[in-house]
């Protein structure tokens, strides 16, 4: 099967692609350092000519409000586009456990325009929600800084390392459109600011880290609830001390 993965040189999308070559199929890794580029619309078409199945796990160079959001709506726009007059029969995204609930930020706005502009397309689809990446954890860290120390609020996380998300976006590929969401996790539970104060620990980063119940996620204040599932999400096999023994991204 011909499976066109948006974002394929990313640290989800390279990992995807390695694992459904594995499996035999015919997958093209689009993205602007492979000559796809879905704001252009440089390759996309060509890309896309046979495809059954496209993943999108593309992500916006740029964080900052009106950036993030010219990038998901337009990107979302020209590849669903491509993709109906391709005649692709499952359009997969990525997105993030509680989106819904986070728009106060600009990011998060931006991904429900994704997911919008997914639901109306007409095409079959799946959308999958995630939990943080462990991967993402440095990337946290960093936007709580605060005059040399990471304000971060205790509210719940349960971080799933990116093996973890290619196997499931690997087999969501090979499955059915579910027209909905299915959401995917990590093992365990933990407060925020504690999984970062214990990651830095880890990594001998001598940063202190505070729980400030009003810092922001990337702009949005967190409830207990606000990154994490209790909808019985498909749950990661791989541990915080599992990923940092292992992980080249500290
Ligand atoms: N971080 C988290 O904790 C988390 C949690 C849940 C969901 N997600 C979602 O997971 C998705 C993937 O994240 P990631 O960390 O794997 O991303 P990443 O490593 O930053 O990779 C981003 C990818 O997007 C590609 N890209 C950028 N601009 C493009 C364009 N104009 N056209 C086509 N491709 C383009 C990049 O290509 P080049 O290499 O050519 O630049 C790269 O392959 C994102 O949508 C994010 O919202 C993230």
């Known amino acids: ?5 948006i974002g394929g040189t990313g640290l989800i999308g390279s990992k995807t692609t390695e694992r459904l070559r594995a499996k035999g199929h015919e997958v093209i890794a689009a993205s602007p350092n492979t000559g796809v580029n879905t704001i252009t619309g440089e390759g996309l078409a060509e890309a896309l000519a046979g495809a059954e199945v496209v993943l999108d796990l593309a992500n916006s160079p740029s964080f900052e409000d009106e950036a993030v959001m010219a990038f ?7 590849l669903l586009a491509a993709g109906k007059t391709a005649g692709v029969r499952h359009h997969i995204a990525l997105s993030v456990v ?3 609930r986070l728009q106060e930020s600009g990011y998060f706005r931006a991904k429900l325009m994704q997911e919008k502009l997914i639901r109306e397309s007409g095409i079959p689809y799946t959308i999958v929600h995630s939990t943080q990446f462990m991967e993402f954890l440095a990337g ?3 936007s709580g800084m605060v005059d040399g120390k990471v304000h971060l609020s205790p509210a719940f996380v349960q971080p799933i390392a990116s093996d973890d998300v290619a196997d499931a976006m690997a087999d969501v590929a090979l499955g059915q459109p579910v027209n909905g969401l ?4 990590g093992p365990k539970r933990f407060r925020l600011n504690d999984l970062v104060a214990q990651y830095l620990n880890a990594a001998g980063d001598k940063r202190e880290v505070v729980a400030d119940p009003d810092a922001r996620y990337f702009g949005a204040y967190l409830e207990d609830g606000s990154l994490v599932t209790d909808s019985n999400p498909r749950l990661g096999r791989i541990n915080f001390e599992q990923w940092f023994a292992t992980s080249p991204r500290k």
Not at 72 to 78: A, D, I, K, L, V
Not at 182 to 185: C, G
């Open 140 to 142: 946290i860290a960093q």
């Open 1 to 5: 099967m011909k499976i066109v993965i």
């Open 72 to 78: 998901f709506e337009t990107s979302g726009r020209n």
């Open 98 to 100: 509680g989106t819904e």
């Open 182 to 185: 299915v959401e995917i996790a």
